[in-house]
């Protein structure tokens, strides 16, 4: 009886635990870190053209030196989202090849966007240079 | 800004054009597709070979759309009202499933509802004065061997000291509760109930009249008086809301008063029967101390910084000056400040909280029974969750699913219970007494509807958690298994015991709180009251002092009535009496008994003074013990009086008093002799014993409003027409009021705990058959459950009886259980019922047997149906059972 009111008690404490904490577990930290880098890298592939989605893919490679690859998997939910944003604005548009494609470009809110979080990285990029430089 | 405009956009675009929205999502990863493989063509490929890899590299066009839709605004709405969508169709599903829990649910809810809208009617929403927590009563207060008045009225002359010399109050204002007789405006000739105030009353309140003006300074002096400020009431009533009302005129008590003001509805002061206000005009060349008794009672507002304990050190301190200046008439007399809320409703805050853990107890024994059928039905559910989880939904979804259902349906007993709510609350305030201060101000506001709402969401909570957790964590293995039993293993057996456990004693307890209460209303009911209430009519009559000036005018009005009323066929008897007794009212002095020592200053035995027409004693019934009655020869000069029983046992001991000598202080004239001693009877309430009482004749003290007792052979009510228009004809226009049989007197005086005990009864009962109900629910299930089992003890040779033993055993076992934490619970809860109880304690055992017999039976019941049916099963059947 005690031991069940117990195992009752756990279950209702956990719960509660699990309730509260939702949205803060350790694979969305990670997740945040490197959506920021996403972000960053996609409003800098805007910055000089409108592109869609395979554009935007292909000119992160590109100014990147092939070290990011991005999928569609994490593109479109990131376009999707700073779309939403209101940082892209996006239109229904034709390729190179005349394919009906939804092309993305910079609103001004976006290039601000872009601005700070620029700032941003660099004085963190600074900062844990020189952190790792430090003997 | 802008993040937040874009995003509501989106919102709003999300899901209001859902379609178009995912549509365009298709074509844009179409494009991507085609975009890819068109490059990977340029690179080389075949055109195969690059939608093939194409494919690979964006991985599953429905993931990629699958996770652009999640990283939508909006999302987690949407997944709610998929969830609400899912459990409102499953809940529809099981009608029978959903209705029930609804109706328990309701029923808690509702009572909750109800309850918490009268605690929010007189308890929580301030008065409807400014700034109320600053108002506070006072009272004189006399803690002495021979008295103990807490709360007592005050002297119009310590009034008058305590105003001029304390600084602790913006204003301070004396009330002096009056009935006057209205004539004038539309109307017969009327008694109403006034209020004489002193002039700072309405500031001090902090409330202005709706029309006109309150009273000023100069109007609250001998001469310039003249003036009464009407009710919202009177004004609608009898003045059909005229809006020139101001400056005419209304007659009261035979002199004219001009109208200067009419008060805004709902604005009253303690009783809200008063109909009117008017100047109370202490004249300061008047020695109260001397004059007059005690009988004002004052209201106050402290000054912003000064608490109630700072006003109470410093009229304290003024009342010790008093005490010392005038030993004669202020030894052993302090004061008492009460903040004003505390006044209003600290009689009823405990009847208040009993209800409210009752009504409480009746929510939880509703979770528990609700928690009880999802437990079973999450059993019933098991393959769908099964399916649900192996098609990849995390335990956080399924979880979440069910309780979105289970708040759907803690909702859905909320609106129910709020309808249920607003019928109660129409039956409370019909059938309440209307002595429960602001019970016609409870409706259901915007709080109440808060509340409900909270607690809806609560319980839905807190019954769906335990279910959603145990039912969440399916083995998939077995329960997709073809044919499977779908049993729910061990811990989901425990917590549907430990519900049922929960369920019986929570109903213990409320059911040991209605016994204590009808026990104690019975021996209310059966109290020796000391007369006869059968076939008597009772009214008051008052007559105005401006009319009738001279004392023989007075004694003759009401000689002459009651001649008259004695006339009429079928009347037996008639007297008339200053307080009518169980209305609560009584006028008291201190006395002594000529030939012993007079006790010290503050220390004098007080009795209560009542004035009687001959007549009295024989209309009410009751006995004369010894010596003689009052007569019509007992004129002022007599200088005779009566005392009741308890006088003559306490304060004469074994002597006989008829023949001694007493003095009431009351004028200072001197002893009276004792003439005889009549029958104790019950005066102040039915549950107070009889005080000291003597009994004066009306020539003595010709009170000018009296209540006349008329003694018929017949239905008393009859004769209410015939006795009025007696009185009629004496002075057409003098009113009539109160006509009241002595019956009704009686119940009126006992309407306060009749009504608790309706109440708690109610409640008691609701959680009875919920109990009940969810006890009948469990054990049927693990009946069924057990119906394999059965099969093989019955095959092994069990008897029905057998059977019977281990089913009804095993609820009994847990009925047990309930009812012996019940009664510890009880024990420890009915204590806070104490002072509602009368010729009872609250751990009263004849009720606490009662009481557990009583919910053992009907477990029984509940245990026997179940098992009976398990034993009608074929064993053969049984064993089949899958």
């Keep these: ?135 | 800004m802008t993040t937040l405009f874009s995003r509501a956009g989106s919102l709003l675009r999300n899901t209001t054009c859902k379609g178009q929205v995912d549509r365009e999502l298709t074509e844009e990863v179409g494009s991507y597709v085609e975009l890819l493989t068109e490059k990977k063509m340029k690179e080389g490929m075949n055109e195969r070979e690059a939608r093939r890899a194409a494919m690979v590299e964006v991985g599953g066009i429905e993931q990629v759309k699958e996770e652009v839709r999640a990283s939508r605004t909006g999302f987690a709405i949407e997944i709610f009202f998929q969830d609400l969508r899912y459990g409102m169709r499953s809940l529809l599903k099981k009608p029978g499933f959903t209705l029930t829990a609804v109706i328990a649910l309701a029923l808690g809810i509702g009572a909750n509802t109800a309850i918490f809208s009268v605690i929010n009617g007189v308890l929580l929403r301030s008065l409807s004065y400014a700034n109320p927590d600053r108002i506070v009563m006072l009272w004189e207060r006399s803690v002495t061997d021979t008295r103990r008045q807490m709360q007592n009225v005050i002297s119009p002359a310590n009034f008058l000291d305590w105003q001029k010399q304390s600084t602790s109050f913006e204003q301070m204002a004396a009330v002096g509760d009056q009935r006057v007789n209205l004539t004038g405006g539309t109307g017969e000739p009327e008694e109403i109930k006034a209020q004489f105030v002193s002039q700072p009353f309405f500031a001090a309140l902090g409330v202005q009249p709706l029309v006109g003006r309150s009273f000023l300074p100069e109007e609250d002096t001998v001469g310039n008086d003249l003036v009464i400020i009407l009710s919202h009431e009177l004004w609608q009533t009898r003045f059909a809301s005229d809006p020139q009302i101001v400056g005419k005129q209304a007659t009261i008590s035979g002199r004219q008063r001009t109208i200067v003001g009419v008060m805004p509805s709902g604005f009253h002061f303690l009783d809200n029967q008063v109909r009117s206000w008017m100047p109370l005009a202490l004249d300061p060349a008047i020695d109260y101390r001397e004059k007059t008794g005690r009988y004002l009672r004052a209201v106050a507002r402290l000054k912003p910084a000064v608490t109630v304990q700072q006003a109470q050190g410093e009229l304290a301190g003024i009342a010790k000056q008093l005490e010392q200046a005038f030993p004669k008439k202020n030894t052993g007399w302090g004061v008492n400040v009460v903040p004003m809320h505390e006044q209003v409703v600290g009689e009823i805050r405990p009847i208040l909280i009993v209800l409210l853990a009752a009504v409480a107890f009746v929510l939880l024994i509703a979770c528990a029974n609700v928690a009880n059928l999802l437990l079973s039905r999450a059993a019933a559910r098991q393959k769908e969750l099964a399916l649900r989880a192996a098609l990849g939904a995390t335990r956080m979804r399924l979880v979440r699913q069910m309780l979105t259902e289970s708040v759907l349906l803690a909702l859905m007993g909320g609106v129910l219970g709020v309808l249920l709510a607003y019928w109660g609350i129409q039956v409370l305030i019909a059938f309440g007494p209307d002595n429960i201060p602001r019970l016609n101000e409870i409706t259901i506001d915007p709080r109440v509807l808060g509340f409900t709402f909270g607690i809806s969401l609560l319980t839905g909570i807190l019954f769906g958690l335990i279910p959603a957790l145990q039912a969440s964590r399916p083995d998939l293995n077995d329960a997709l298994k073809e044919g499977s039993r779908g049993s729910t293993g061990g811990r989901s057996r425990t917590f549907r015991n430990i519900f049922v456990v929960a369920e019986v004693s929570l109903a213990l307890v409320l059911l040991v709180g209605a016994g204590l209460m009808i026990r104690s209303f019975m021996r209310l009911q059966s109290v020796e009251t000391g007369f006869n209430p059968e076939n008597v009519l009772t009214m008051r009559a008052q007559l105005p002092r401006k009319k009738y000036t001279e004392p023989h005018q007075i004694v003759d009005f009401f000689k002459q009535a009651q001649e008259r009323i004695a006339a009429l066929p079928g009347v037996q008897a008639v007297g008339a009496i200053s307080y009518l007794p169980l209305t609560g009212l009584a006028s008291r002095d201190s006395f002594r008994v000529v030939g012993e020592p007079p006790a010290a200053p503050g220390q004098e035995p007080g009795v209560e003074v009542r004035v009687i027409t001959p007549g009295y004693f024989q209309a009410m019934g009751i006995p004369l013990l010894k010596g003689r009655l009052l007569n019509e020869r007992d004129v002022k000069e007599s200088r005779v009086l009566l005392i009741n029983e308890t006088m003559a046992k306490k304060y004469f001991g074994g002597v006989d008093p008829v023949g001694k000598q007493m003095e009431v202080f009351w004028d200072g004239s001197g002893p009276d002799e004792i003439v005889g001693v009549v029958g104790d009877i019950r005066e102040g309430a039915l549950n107070k014993e009889p005080e000291p009482a003597i009994y004066w004749s009306h020539w003595r003290v010709p009170y000018s409003g009296m209540a006349l007792v008329v003694r018929t052979s017949g239905d008393a009510a009859r004769f209410g027409t015939a006795v009025q228009k007696e009185i009629r004809a004496l002075d057409p226009e003098q009113p009539v009021a109160d006509v009241r049989t002595m019956q009704q007197v009686i119940a009126k005086s006992i309407a306060r705990p009749r009504f608790n005990t309706l109440l708690l009864s109610i409640f008691a009962g609701v959680a009875l058959v919920l109990a009940s109900v969810g006890l009948y629910g469990v054990m049927n299930y693990s009946a069924t459950q057990r119906t394999h089992e059965v099969g093989i003890r019955m095959a092994l040779g069990a008897t029905r009886a057998d059977i019977m033993r281990l089913v009804v055993g095993n609820g009994m076992l847990l009925t047990f259980i309930g009812i012996g934490i019940g009664v510890a619970a009880s024990l420890l809860l009915t204590r806070v019922m104490a002072s509602l109880l009368f010729g009872v304690t609250a751990t009263d055992a004849p009720t606490f047997l009662g009481v557990s017999l009583v919910l053992a039976a009907v477990a029984l019941v509940a245990n026997y149906i179940p098992a009976r049916r398990a034993t009608r099963v074929d064993p053969v059947i049984a064993l089949r059972y899958e």
């Design chain 1, 1 to 135: 009886m005690k031991t069940n009111f117990c195992i009752l008690l756990l279950t209702v404490y956990r719960s509660l635990i699990q309730i509260l904490y939702m949205s803060t577990r350790d694979d969305d930290l990670k997740a945040d870190l490197l959506q920021g880098t996403l972000d960053l890298l996609v409003l800098k592939a805007l910055s000089a053209q409108s592109l869609h989605g395979l554009g935007v893919s292909n000119r992160i490679s590109q100014i990147t030196n092939g070290t990011f690859d991005v999928k569609p998997g994490s593109l479109f939910p990131a376009l999707h989202r700073m779309e939403e944003a209101g940082w892209l604005k996006a239109e229904w548009g034709e390729s190179e090849n005349n394919r009906r494609a939804k092309f993305y470009s910079l609103t001004k809110a976006g290039r601000r966007q872009l601005e700070t979080e620029t700032e941003d990285w660099q004085r963190i990029s600074l900062a844990i240079g020189s952190a790792l430089r430090a003997s």
